[in-house]
């Protein structure tokens, strides 16, 4: 009887890692404004795309709320079909240069990526930012197709996410938009906000002019509320689509915060970001050059500052936030970079009171330690006081990043929008239809200080309501 012969085993597929972004070395990066993240190359962005596995049932779209197709995108690069990517990523994204640096993706698309079970899930957001690289640099003029006009006029105010979304979706569809802008450049939060070496203006910049080459009009130097009413917008307009932000910052209410040395975050990063202060003296902006920065608060625009100061020249950045690591709202990557780079993380240290000189300068803060008990309302762990533990820091800049409001001047010059009693305004968050008929609303005005992504999705959201509205009625 003939021996049985086993089928020889197929090899096993060389299971490929998650490609590391390249970055700037720590040490230098901490002394230039220049992007971190260096880019992938073509070939590593092919390598890294190979990894998705094309689910069926794709999580990681559940976990992006601009529901792009993500492993449609990731197979064009696999392919080497770069320009295929960019156009997928269009479909539903307007801004993805901007989402791929941004976007807490390890909580939104990776976070659900199966791969992320047993391994590292794939790196979406680096090959997001790749394609819209690779487009901006190396690609056609290519734009996607739009429908035909259809005479309708929509006004958006506010050229954050929210609004760049809302437009981008809107001039495709064939409706006539213009955007108002109240600085002299578009972008809103992502150019005053977001620190040249986590997003450089020209990135903002690129995206604002893809939307002009599609035929969105941009109104600069326009202070809705101020220079002209909504309702005087609709007037000449068929909706508008407010997405203003919340730009009001908040402070702490302890003694000695009006010191010369105490700034908002959104004045410090403001004076550096849009009016270029770390550039002197090119640009003659006043801003402390402190020696000795603290920065209250423990979210993304609070490392911002704190690495923004180490860049403008101080000896000792810290971060003094009153919950504990854990609890840290700021992505794990920002607080990753902000360590390497030399910020100290002073925890579950609370400010009791701003010391300063005669003439009025900052010289120091009192704080106290805290302990951590039952979450609140939020979730987190309440940070509970332990008496008698106060100690002082000496510091002669502060800068303050505990969440900003909304600012009332828009609001208070609209009759007939609903506010919350945060001042923010209620729409519904299904349609983003305010209680105003023919103006809707999206983003950190409607929510309060949130994520990039997050208002892009307000403003997808919108822009469908909108498009129902300007085809089909009320």
Known sequence: MAEETKAPEAPKKEKIPRQQMPEQPADVRRHNFDEVPLGYTPEQAMKEASRCIQCKDPRCRQGCPVEVDIPAFIKCIKEGDFEGAIRKLWEKNALPAVCGRVCPQEVQCEGLCVLGKKDQPVAI????????????????????PKAAPTGKKVAVVGSGPSGLTVAGDLILKGHDVTIFEALH??????????????LPKAIVASECRYLERLGVNFEVNAVIGRSETVDELLERFDVVFLGV????????????????GVYSSNEYLTRSNLMKAYDFPNYDTPLVRGKRVATFGGGNVAMDSARTALRMGAEK??????????ELPARKEEIHHAEQE????MLLSAPVRFTGTDDGFLTGVECRRMELGEPDASGRRRPIEIKGSEFMVEIDTAVISIGSSANPLLTKSTPGLALN???????????????????????????????????????????NSIHDFLTFGW
């Open 421 to 463: 009693k945060w001042g923010n305004i209620v729409a519904d968050p299904k349609t983003g239809k305010t209680m105003k008929p023919r103006v809707w609303a999206g983003g950190d005005i409607v929510t309060g200080a949130a994520t990039v992504i997050l208002a892009a999705g307000a403003g997808r959201v919108a822009s």
């Open 317 to 326: 950045s810290y971060i003094i936030y009153r919950r504990g690591r854990e």
């Open 125 to 144: 957001g680096n090959l997001e930012k790749f394609a819209a690289d690779y487009q901006r640099n190396h690609g056609r003029d290519v734009l996607p």
């Open 342 to 345: 030399g910020v100290e993380f």
């Open 185 to 198: 450049a578009p972008g809103g939060v992502l150019i005053y906000g977001i620190p040249e070496f986590r």
């Open 245 to 260: 932000g919340a730009g009001l910052p908040m402070f702490l209410k302890v003694p000695g915060e009006h010191y010369i």
